[in-house]
């Protein structure tokens, strides 16, 4: 009897899960269509910043309005910063678990472009949207192309952009534990004489994990207060090493305070 039960407790998951991610993509390709049509026809009148603005925020914007409204996720926003300000120019960083981290992202009210990974240029509309935005490509596993990544994106904040580096070069398949940090971003803020602005993204990974399935979630995203960076590679080291103990130590505590535990899901 409890079997029965607990079996068809399970059907009936595993289906809400199926159209919940069946959901989330037609909603998400809608969105896209309809940010292609309005940024196509903006193009011609803005300038790449305001493009660029006008990109993340519609297609970040309505792709989780498309999830919140309904009541799938819900999204909190938490700035321990004491200058709550983006008046100024930063590279922001998050750890990264997940597709919807980027459209997270664009809860924040600043210009970011991205460094992204080259292959999702290849998207049709998605990516050329990206590249019109002056987002950054770059072949993760090919040195000379993160060497001139920095190089594209110390000219793309030219016209007062912010950067989004994830600093971990891939997405994680533990949403609880951050992988080795790469040292583009620490490099990129130095080169360019600004702070990097940590963040954390709780939830994401459980949202929606590698593989594009989705689940009811609560999302979070943590603002800290900026970290500098200073002149020489001892200093990169030292922000580095920063910003990846404060990130962990977040992902450690759970949205509700619950306590998180960084160890191999597939072992739990």
């Known amino acids: 009897m409890i079997f029965t039960v607990l079996l068809n407790n399970t059907k009936k998951l595993m289906i809400h899960i199926i159209l919940l991610t069946v959901y989330f993509w037609i909603m998400a390709t809608l969105t896209t269509i309809f940010t292609t049509i309005v940024c196509v ?3 011609p009148f803005l300038e790449q910043k305001s493009f660029t603005r006008l990109y993340e925020y519609l297609i970040g914007t309505l792709m989780l309005k498309t999830m ?18 983006f008046n100024d120019r930063y590279i922001f960083i998050a750890n990264h678990a997940s597709f919807i981290d980027t459209i997270l992202c664009a809860q924040i009210p600043a210009t970011k472009k991205f460094i992204m990974n080259a292959i999702f240029t290849k998207v049709p509309l998605f990516g050329q949207l990206c590249l019109m935005s002056g987002h950054v490509p770059v072949y993760p596993k090919d040195k000379n ?27 994680s398949d533990n949403p609880y534990k951050l992988l080795p940090f790469k040292t583009g971003a620490f490099r990129l803020a130095q080169q360019a004489n600004i702070n990097v602005l940590p963040m954390i993204l ?12 989705c689940y009811p979630a609560n999302l979070e995203i943590i603002i800290c207060n ?8 001892e200093d990169i080291q030292k922000a580095k090493d920063k910003s990846s103990n404060l990130i962990q130590n977040h ?13 191999d899901i597939k072992n739990k």
Request: hydrophobic letters at 35%; glycine letters at 12%; aromatic letters at 8%.
């Open 68 to 85: 919140t409204i309904p009541g799938f996720w819900s999204i909190k926003v938490t700035d321990l910063r004491e200058n709550k300000t």
């Open 202 to 213: 709780k939830g994401t990974g459980v949202a929606m994990p590698i593989g594009g399935i």
């Open 251 to 263: 992902l450690n505590v759970g949205i509700n305070g619950e306590k998180n535990f960084p160890t």
């Open 226 to 233: 900026p970290i500098s960076v200073g002149t020489d590679w």
């Open 41 to 43: 026809c903006s193009y």
């Open 145 to 171: 192309s993160s060497k001139n990544a920095l190089n594209k994106s110390i000219v793309a904040m030219e016209d007062g952009s912010s950067f989004m580096v994830y600093p971990e070069g891939t997405r």
